[in-house]
């Protein structure tokens, strides 16, 4: 028979176990919201490059930065793409790779909601770590992206964000107001709806 001192302890251990649980289980919630969380660098070992922790980051008007101006030949075309073409309207990079399991996961969302949100946003892609515009542009036919893409095998337009909201996940998503200024981060791949409810958003001063 169970004593009652022994009894007593049970039931704190029980009570102690259920509290780290919780205190984990709010850590990680915290972690999701949080600009730099250190759950975003944990790299997954099924993909190179990938980080496997997604979040969604959004930032108040008051509080948002500006962008800095991407720009690059364009993917196959070989023509000049800036985001400074595109002053006055939301634009949306989207940073991918034809390598990347969970791009191609995400790609035809991408294309339905640049098509759905058109006359409002300028979607754009950052093509990186593809070794020749070949594996680019074939992934682009296969989803029939619509959209241009800059060819940045070295990422290098994308150390241009290493500030506040860098894109460090692939893929990733930011989306720009039109005022300039990053409003959205998404790291992991995104839905088509969840996409548009958050270009409208955005366009809405929310």
């Not at 259920?18 to 919201?33: D, H, K, N, S």
């Not at 506040?164 to 981060?185: E, H, M, N, Q, W």
């Amino acid at each position: 028979m169970m004593s009652a001192s022994s009894a007593g302890y049970g039931v704190r251990g029980v009570l102690g176990r259920l509290l780290v649980v919780a205190v984990l289980a709010a850590l990680a919630v915290l972690a999701g919201c949080s600009t730099q969380g250190a759950d975003e660098q944990t790299r997954s070992g099924s993909e190179d490059g990938y980080v496997g922790a997604r979040s969604l980051t959004r930032v108040a008007p008051a509080d948002r930065k500006q962008a800095p101006i991407v720009s690059g030949a364009s993917l196959g075309a070989g023509k000049e793409i800036s985001t400074e073409s595109f002053k006055g309207k939301i634009i949306v990079l989207n940073v991918w790779g034809s390598w990347c399991s969970p791009c191609r996961h995400e790609a035809t969302a991408l294309q339905q909601a640049s098509v759905k949100t058109a006359d409002i946003a300028q979607f754009i892609g950052i093509n990186t770590r593809d070794t020749s515009q070949s594996q680019g542009l074939a992934f682009t036919r296969a989803f029939k992206i619509g959209y241009p893409s800059i060819y940045d095998p070295k990422g290098q337009e994308l150390l241009k964000f290493a500030g506040d909201l860098p894109p460090a996940a692939i893929p990733s998503t930011l989306i720009i107001d039109s005022d300039g200024k990053v409003a959205v981060r998404i790291l992991g791949p995104i839905s088509s709806i969840t996409l548009v409810d958050l270009i409208n958003d955005v366009n809405e001063g929310k």
